[in-house]
């Protein structure tokens, strides 16, 4: 079994103030968004829970004679990908590619999802394509149904366990709207992981990193996939045409005191009092 | 223009997308009137409320051998082409799943969490969160049909409730496993049209009228999936639905300041959340999250303790009558961000505070 784990690398928004939530000058549909170039990046959450994941399935299997599956794991972006890559290279992934798009796609989901479809269709691809179930300043969790939808392959979402069972099946558990789901998929899949327990990435040793230093990250271009990005950008079906700041300020009274008990005092008989009688 | 609604009935949130269906309706969209509401149904004793359910007066009813996305969309894709629809919306967790479905099926465009629809000039322009909801943004759907998945907030504005025992609790001998329907071929469903919309048919006790009824149960399931087993989803104290939470952030300090938390919020009568860090560092179980990758809850009043209020948190509580911080920087984003902000060590605060609410209550 081939495993492909798709995911983002995201600017760490907490770290940006709230002043720099402005829109860039230009024209929104060339990428001129929030500029976060200088801020530190991190693992999209979920994309982090399951390159884990696809880690423990490779160990589970090993730990069961069952054949290892192949991991592979792909991110679209520039150098400042790299590091992540490596990282993962460190971990026991096989292949660790960037697509280097040259072009903007936070808001382009029907983009991104022909590039993963792509990678996931290549040769060096993957049986089974893990992608967090939402990722990215844009996008509102559509990927991974785009994606099952272009390869006509199964998709679960909201994933949450997956267990290697013989002869390539995986049982999957997933948080469904209303109940927990359990089923068996026979690959290929597209499995879009959500808040599971599993939710951080193991580090590597100091062992694996200098073990796996010659081996390097792949770098396609969208034309190494056979994809015109500008035409696919223009195709896009839905664009973003303008950015509001969010106003969620509210009076912001602080409460007067000396000790915790005094505060909490205050705050009871002047703010909660009847709010609570109400309850 | 042509719009409909859409009722998944064949989960159990039919209640809380038709709630959060109606409100958008009547405050969220602009510029187009949605007459119709596709109705996905499963069980014949679900169909007379899942019927009263629906946000408009007009309903087409569809019965379904099962629970399932791909099926579902299929079905809609196929009369959303028939029926020249231009505008569906949808709502509900599984919402996003169908709308992307519908609009891949249909070469439209799909827009999910979204806030608010204005069709003018024959464009529809929505506005969602963005950049985890440090900003909104406005987008312009070009495709049509226009597949639209509203925000999870409009739930909370519908005042929608949990799903009633007629359309189907997981384990309780529900007929809409994945992979256990029959096998005929798609498309070999039969429709029945009972009611004429320009001369009006019977309206049912609540004023609804059914305008046509398809039987799509002989439609091919997915057989890839097996050994499916549906079991209740894990204990979250009906955060969403609560009126009074205890959020706790990383603040806390240790999973031992988290413990203290939730005996504190136990003993004020309130639920207990979580913010990420705080499931990060596994002080909390995943189900008590709360925002943009947890769960969105509107109470009366919401006391975050130690948490800093990114973005992300504040879309799950903002909602909420009364925010309250309890924090130790007077520069957190949540102080600014809250009705009324105590300076404090947040531990000390609640336990202090979740006395003497103990002894207001009794």
New interface residues.
């Given amino acids: 079994m081939r495993i492909l784990v798709g995911f983002k690398v995201t600017p760490d928004?907490?770290s940006?103030r709230?002043a720099d939530?402005i829109?860039g000058e230009g024209n929104l549909a060339d990428g001129a968004?929030?500029e976060t170039r200088y801020v530190p990046r991190l693992l999209n959450?979920?994309d982090e829970s399951a390159l884990e994941l696809a880690l423990r399935l490779r160990d589970a299997a090993a730990g069961r004679s069952f054949v290892e599956p192949q991991l592979s794991a792909v991110s679209i972006g520039g150098s400042q990908v790299e590091p992540f890559l490596t990282t993962l290279l460190a971990l026991g992934y096989g292949r660790a590619a960037r697509v280097d798009v040259g072009a903007d796609v936070d808001?382009a989901p029907a983009a991104v999802a022909s590039i993963l479809a792509a990678c996931a269709h290549d040769s060096d691809g993957g049986d089974v394509l893990l992608l967090g179930c939402r990722s990215g300043?844009?996008d509102?969790?559509?990927v991974p149904?785009?994606v099952a939808?272009?390869l006509g392959w199964?998709?679960?979402?909201?994933v949450?366990e997956i267990e290697a069972l013989s002869g390539d099946d995986l049982?999957v558990t997933c948080?469904?709207?209303?109940?927990?789901?359990?089923?068996?998929?026979?690959p290929p899949?597209v499995l879009a992981v959500g808040?599971?327990?599993v939710?951080?990435l193991r580090v590597p040793t100091l062992r694996d990193r200098l073990a796996r230093r010659d081996v390097l990250v792949d770098v396609l271009r969208a034309a190494d996939l056979g994809i015109d990005i500008d035409l696919l950008l223009e195709r896009?079906?839905?664009?973003?045409?303008?950015?509001?700041?969010?106003r969620?300020?509210?009076?912001?009274?602080?409460?007067g005191g000396e000790t915790?008990?005094e505060?909490?005092?205050h705050?009871?008989d002047d703010?909660?009092?009847a709010?609570?009688?109400?309850? | 223009m042509r719009a409909m609604a859409v009722i998944d009935g064949t989960?159990?949130?039919a209640a809380a997308q038709a709630g959060a269906l109606d409100a958008f309706l009547r405050d969220g969209l602009t510029g187009a009137a949605v007459d119709e509401t596709v109705v996905l149904y499963r069980a014949d004793d679900g169909r007379e409320r899942l019927i009263e359910l629906s946000p408009t007066r007009d309903v087409r009813l569809v019965k379904m051998a099962a629970s399932c996305p791909?099926t579902a969309a299929g079905v809609i894709a196929e009369m959303a082409r028939a029926g020249d629809v231009s505008l569906l919306l949808l709502a509900?967790?599984?919402g996003?799943?169908l709308?992307?479905?519908i609009?891949?099926?249909c070469g439209?465009?799909?827009?999910?969490?979204v806030l608010h629809a204005q069709a003018e000039a024959g464009r529809l322009?929505c506005?969602?969160?963005?950049?985890?909801?440090?900003?909104?943004?406005?987008?312009?759907?070009?495709?049509r049909p226009w597949c639209v998945?509203i925000d999870a907030g409009w739930a909370c504005a519908g005042g929608a409730g949990e799903?009633g025992p007629d359309t189907g609790?997981?384990?309780e001998g529900s007929t809409g496993k994945?992979?256990e329907g029959s096998t005929g071929k798609p498309g070999e469903g039969s429709t029945v049209e009972t009611g004429d919309r320009s001369a009006g048919g019977a309206l049912s006790a609540g004023g609804h009228r059914v305008l046509s009824e398809a039987d799509e149960t002989g439609r091919t399931v997915?057989r890839?999936?097996?050994?499916?087993?549906?079991?209740?989803?894990?204990e979250t104290g009906d955060l969403a639905g609560s009126?009074?939470v205890v959020v706790a952030g990383y603040g806390a300090g240790s999973r031992e300041g988290v413990a203290r938390i939730a005996a504190a919020a136990t003993r004020a009568?309130a639920d207990l959340a979580v913010s990420?860090p705080v499931?990060?560092n596994a002080w909390a179980?995943?189900d008590r999250?709360i925002g943009v990758?947890?769960t969105r809850t509107a109470p009366?009043?919401c006391i975050v303790v130690g948490a800093?209020g990114?973005?992300?948190l504040?879309w799950g509580i903002?909602g909420a009558?009364?925010?309250?911080a309890v924090n130790t920087d007077?520069r957190a984003?949540i102080?600014?961000?809250?009705?009324?902000?105590?300076?404090?060590?947040g531990v000390?605060?609640i336990?202090?505070?979740a006395g003497?609410?103990a002894e207001?209550?009794r």
């Avoid at chain 1, 199964?154 to 909201?158: A, E, G, V």
């Avoid at chain 2, 985890?132 to 070009?142: A, D, I, K, P, V």
């Fill in positions: 928004f907490e940006l709230e939530w829109a968004g929030v959450c979920f808001f300043p844009g509102g969790g559509t149904f785009r939808e272009t199964p998709c679960l979402s909201q949450v049982r948080l469904a709207d209303d109940c927990l789901l359990r089923v068996t998929v026979r899949c808040n599971a327990v939710s951080r896009e079906p839905a664009g973003l045409i303008g950015l509001e700041a969010v969620r300020a509210r009076a912001g009274v602080v409460v915790p008990h505060k909490a005092r705050l009871l703010h909660l009092r709010v609570i009688e109400r309850l | 989960l159990g949130s791909d509900g967790g599984a996003p799943e709308a992307t479905r609009a891949c099926r439209g465009a799909v827009l999910t969490d322009v506005r969602r969160p963005v950049y985890s909801n440090h900003m909104t943004g406005r987008f312009e759907l070009r495709a998945s799903a609790k997981p384990g994945p992979g997915d890839r999936f097996r050994d499916v087993e549906l079991g209740p989803p894990p009126r009074f009568g990420r499931v990060m179980p995943m999250l990758s947890g009366d009043l800093s990114a973005a992300a504040h903002e009558g009364l925010i309250v007077e984003p102080v600014a961000n809250a009705d009324v902000a105590v300076i404090d060590d000390a605060v336990e202090e505070l003497m609410i207001l209550r």
